[in-house]
């Protein structure tokens, strides 16, 4: 009866940590995302985005968000006027509501209402055009990524963010954007929200995000080498290898998506390397990951199906289109990522459950990597109509300092172990010390006395003794004697442990020294 109301006491405690904890990271995903929120902005209605009165050049850079002009498979010429528009909502993927079919290109369209004519610096980011796009400004071609084309065999990819600064005279701001895209038709147009605003507010957002993927980087990377430290110094367990392998592998993830630092870092990277690059690095983490707990795992054929998926796909990334890849094979994606989780989940909840110490880290930094994956989904997806908001870190920085606890935790918890156990060591070897001292003392004096009766027989019966009984009796003097001397320095040996010994000096014949 005791164990159950522990055990149910444990569950609702877990329970209760669990839901505080959910409260707590939600709360502040919240209010980052409010605090970056620019739903004071106006939106833009039928082409049009009036910003007459807003103050574009302030604090705070300004989306283009809301109905833009679009034109279904058309490459719209700056000054040129057809009939055969509709409205797109920014940002957001392309794809026909019917899901049927998705459109290869498409222009863009949208007005902008400023207040009066003044000449004036506007810079604008495009974080997201997917994924090839033409940009003109009142007429004037100002950016250019891949190639445009209207069949995918001239289609050249090139999703790279880019910034760009216009001066504008007028009150009216006219902004094309055309794009195509043939590598996944589902998620092309304008994904990310287009900013306008001052140079040094455009500037100041980039480092935000920068900034923010940066450290994660930093974060994954140091505690993936203090791993690998771990393993090769210390010990050589492949759970503790597979992880610093899935955290160097995560490093690069966060570097190469979101805010695509890696394009940064390598401005001559390629879309196609980038992509390769950025799907690795997540199959990659996965797979370790999943290795990482496969102890869990009763039966080996799940991790071995699971190695040849990976693998499979990993392979499909070189041999393959990358249309084919991400288009037609997101099924085997969508397995490769989500089997990791439940793994993870089922293993870490078995731990918590079973009462091991220092499991509760473990459980919340699933919490926290789960809560920060939901959110990327949501975020990446137009179910909420959840605004874009930078790159939120603060889950996966609580995720690392969980897992970090849990490993200090552990070590704690053996050096406690260890300590206990040479404390234990000690008294033994104490106790055995006395042991032989006190054995030692007891067997010398009947020892003297087996020494004292055969040099007395030897002595007194030399000529009544045969030959063979005298060398005996010789043979068990010397023996004992030596088993005499040996006892004494056993007791000399405790002695010295304890510290009673008393050096005398005193002469000493050089010559039986060294003859022994």
């Known amino acids: 009866k005791c164990r159950i109301k522990e ?47 807003v103050d574009v050049l302030g604090d705070k850079s300004v989306p283009l968000d809301g109905e833009w002009l679009f034109y279904d498979e058309y490459f719209l010429e700056p000054g040129e006027e057809i009939n055969q528009e509709s409205y797109m909502t920014v940002p957001g993927t392309w794809s026909k509501e019917d899901g049927e079919s998705q459109f290869g290109y498409g222009t863009y369209r949208l007005i902008i209402l400023l207040n009066e004519e003044q000449e004036q610096v506007y810079s604008m980011y495009f974080k997201n055009l997917s994924n090839s796009s033409k940009v003109f400004v009142n007429g004037q071609l100002v950016a250019e990524r891949g190639k445009l084309s209207e069949t995918a065999s001239d289609f050249i990819p090139d999703n790279k963010p880019f910034q760009i600064e216009y001066e504008n005279t ?68 492949n759970e503790v ?6 955290l160097f592998s995560m490093t690069i993830a966060t570097i190469a998506d979101d805010n695509k630092f890696l394009y940064f870092m390598f401005p001559s990277l390629s879309y196609e390397w980038w992509t390769i690059i950025t799907l690795l690095a997540y199959i990659t983490a996965s797979l370790f990951l999943v290795h990482c707990f496969k102890s869990t795992i009763a039966k080996p054929k799940i991790i071995v199906g699971y190695t040849i998926l990976c693998l499979g796909y990993i392979v499909s990334i070189f041999v393959m289109p990358l249309q084919t890849t991400l288009f037609n094979m997101r099924l085997f994606l969508l397995i490769i990522y989500i089997f990791p989780a439940i793994i993870i989940a089922f293993a870490t909840v078995k731990l918590v ?17 789960g809560s920060s994956s939901v959110w990327g989904i949501l975020k990446n997806t137009e179910w909420l109509n959840i605004p874009k908001y930078p790159y939120f870190p603060l889950e996966l920085i609580l995720a690392v ?10 070590f704690f918890h053996v050096s406690e172990e260890n300590r206990q156990f040479a404390e234990k060591m000690m008294q033994i070897d104490k106790r055995k010390d006395e042991f032989l001292a006190q054995t030692s003392h007891e067997l010398r004096n009947p ?16 000529e009544r003794l045969n030959q063979d009984t005298k060398v005996n009796l010789q043979l068990l003097i010397t023996v004992a004697k030596r088993m005499s001397a040996l006892l004494n320095e056993l007791v000399d040996l405790a002695k010295i442990k304890e510290g009673r010994v008393r050096l005398e000096l005193g002469g000493v014949d050089l010559a039986s020294v060294v003859s022994g």
């Open 7 to 53: 055990s149910i006491m444990d569950k609702r405690k877990l329970i209760l940590i669990t839901g505080i904890f959910l409260v707590i990271i939600t709360g502040l995903r919240i209010s980052w995302i409010m605090y970056h929120s620019k739903s004071e902005f106006p939106q833009a209605e039928a082409g049009v985005l009036d910003l007459r009165g």
């Open 170 to 237: 007028s009150s009216q701001m006219e902004i094309i954007v055309q794009v195509s895209n043939y590598i996944d038709p589902r998620d092309g147009g304008i994904e990310e929200a287009i900013l306008l605003g001052s140079n040094a507010t455009i500037i100041k957002d980039q480092i935000l995000g920068y900034s923010m993927q940066i450290v994660m980087g930093i974060v994954f990377l140091l505690h993936g080498i203090y791993l690998m430290m771990i393993y090769f110094m210390y010990r050589r367990k």
């Open 241 to 246: 290898l597979f992880l610093a392998l899935a």
């Open 353 to 369: 459950l079973s009462g091991k110490r220092g499991t509760i880290f473990l459980f919340l930094l699933i919490i926290s990597i």
């Open 401 to 410: 300092i969980f897992f970090a606890a849990y490993w200090f935790k552990q």
């Open 447 to 462: 020892l003297h006395g087996i020494i004292n009766m055969a040099q007395a027989i030897v002595d007194d019966g030399n």
